[in-house]
């Protein structure tokens, strides 16, 4: 894998999400055309998930796995293989990311979440749960922070954050869309950045 990195070659990456796909295809529009980057996969853990479709209408390779494939065999690391992948992006993946991906791609596995880590991460933290949390709690900010993927979740190195006000009014809803406009304008940069920084 390195190999191919310091020759210069195209930097393969793979979206795993779990639901609609948004930042999925942010992500894929972002990389497309570039002559040194590309979506390689996106690869989905829920049949129904509408990332599924958007990987059809992006003409990106779309594959779903399930529980077992990623936790009681070696199909997903396989596919990721064959598929030459040199980072992995977690774009709303909800699962914990196997042992044998993490030894695999060592500080290559890339995640967004929507609040200010530390607060508001851990399991169950996901989504509108988290700004449910974020307003309920009368939290004055909240934001994205972006990171590196270890074997806990919502733990690993640090690599970004972006913040936006929690008004007295705002509603799960309504800060949602703020993270989103935040996820949108700056995850698909900072994988840029991060990837080209450490090649």
């Not at 930097?11 to 796909?21: E, P, T, V, Y």
């Not at 004055?140 to 690993?156: A, F, L, M, P, Q």
Request: aromatic share 10%; with cysteine; hydrophobic share 40%.
């Amino acid at each position: 894998m390195l190999d191919r990195l310091t020759m210069g070659n195209i930097i393969r990456l793979a979206i795993l999400g779990s639901g609609n796909g948004t930042n999925a295809q942010q992500i894929s529009e972002y990389f497309a055309g570039r002559d040194d980057v590309e979506v390689a996969c996106i690869i989905y853990n829920k049949k129904d998930a509408f990332i599924a479709q958007r990987a059809r209408n992006l003409g990106i390779e779309g594959h779903y796995f399930g529980w077992k494939d990623f936790y009681q065999s070696s199909a997903v690391l396989d596919y990721l293989r064959q598929r030459e992948v040199d980072w992995v992006i977690l774009a709303g993946f909800l699962w914990l990311v196997p042992e044998a991906i993490l030894e695999a791609y060592p500080n290559r596995v890339i995640n967004i979440h929507p609040a200010l880590l530390p607060k508001y991460g851990g399991k169950g933290m996901y989504g509108h749960h988290v700004h449910e949390a974020v307003v309920e709690h009368g939290e004055k900010e909240s934001g994205i922070t972006i990171h590196i993927v270890d074997n806990r979740y919502d733990c690993g190195t640090m690599l970004f954050q972006a913040k936006c006000e929690v008004a007295s009014d705002d509603t799960p809803d309504t800060l949602a869309a703020k993270i989103h406009l935040l996820e949108k304008e700056y995850f698909p940069r900072v994988i840029d950045e991060t990837i080209h920084r450490q090649q």
